[in-house]
């Protein structure tokens, strides 16, 4: 590596103040500093120091998303090659087909390469337009400030494309995480100062902006014409008299396949086990909020309890979905573990967390059984918990406050 440290040290006056690649500095930056340790590091008493800095954060939480990524593209291509034999297809007919064929690994259902390949071609290309056009807009924010391109974008450039459902055109991608950056961080001011989670807000931009390609039947297995609807989609368009008989024996899906993941979805949500992978992972090295998580859970479990006593009451087939089920299905589990745990949408105090978590959960809940337009509630729960983390913050720091000037007046 010494040939590029002296390399870069060659170059870097060009991209200091009064070279001629100055204006271009934050891109020089973010290389060197992605690459080696910073040269300037905080060493005296006098400042607060970590152990870890924001590079190696966001890196445990790429590592925590490795199952949920592997997951995507597994489960994408083992949907798309069951469709195939279904419909009696022998291949598709497009870019992919000819890999594929380049390849001469087929579209055995039953084959794990065969699998991977096929989900792969789904999951990397919006994985790459989703970094190229974040990437840019982050790029281009931090040039014109002259602050350092932050690595955040490394996770929410990981966490979008695992939200969208595998037949998402590539430029509703790009469009998509453009508003996401731009108008859910930057405008804002950039990480640290946005009280939206971008990766949401990019994926409730295509919701309401493009809801025939994010919702309903025709989407969530990556072959054209294909009718596939969610477990959620699928009792929400049932009758009481059906019940869970919509999911059980409609779509023939269990409550371990659901758990494992092996059903249509959006990419990367369909595992409850890969979530609590990442989970473990996040709480073990204290990277993500175990109050949050439980908090949510708590909630989500507690509201789905309560609608599920009340199933006979109703016409309602979702208040029949029992609660365990509500936690397998969706995007609860994907949610609840990387999504209501940013650190910087997130409430930040610990009575906050769980007040904001059990806010989610709750939420969540209420959104999936009552709303009969919007099956899934995870993303809107969490959207609605990032508005009001910032009173629900102030509200526990005064209550605080005025706990102790009672404790001090007495």
Known sequence: MKPVRKFLDRIEPNFEQGGKLEFFYPLYEALDTFLYTPRDVTSGPTHVRDAIDLKRLMSTVVVALLPCILMAMYNTGLQANLALQDL??????????????????????????????????????????????????????????????????????MLYPLTLPPSMPLWMVALGIIFGVVIGKEVFGGTGKNFLNPALTARAFLYFAYPTYISGPLVWVAVDGYTAPTSLGALANADVQTGMAAITSGLEITWMQAFLGFIPGSMGETSTLACLIGAAILIATGIGSWRIMLAVLIGALGSSTLFW????QTDNAMFLMPP?????????AF??????????????????KWIYGILIGVMTTLIRVINPGYAEGIMLAILFGNVFAPLIDYTVIQANIRRRLVRTAA
């Open 88 to 157: 009696g297809s022998d291949g598709i007919d497009n870019w992919r087909g000819s890999i594929i064929a380049a390849l001469g690994v087929g579209y055995d259902p039953s084959s794990l390469l065969a699998n991977f390949v096929h989900g792969a071609l789904y999951f990397i290309p919006a994985y790459i337009v989703t970094q190229i056009a974040g990437g840019t807009c982050e790029v281009i924010f931090a040039t014109i400030r002259r602050h350092e391109v932050n690595e955040g974008f490394l996770v929410t450039g």
């Open 324 to 332: 365990h089920w509500h936690l397998v299905v969706g995007g609860l």
């Open 335 to 352: 949610g609840l573990v990387f999504m209501a745990t940013d650190p910087v949408s997130a409430a930040m105090t610990e009575t906050g």
């Open 309 to 312: 006593m009340f199933s006979g």
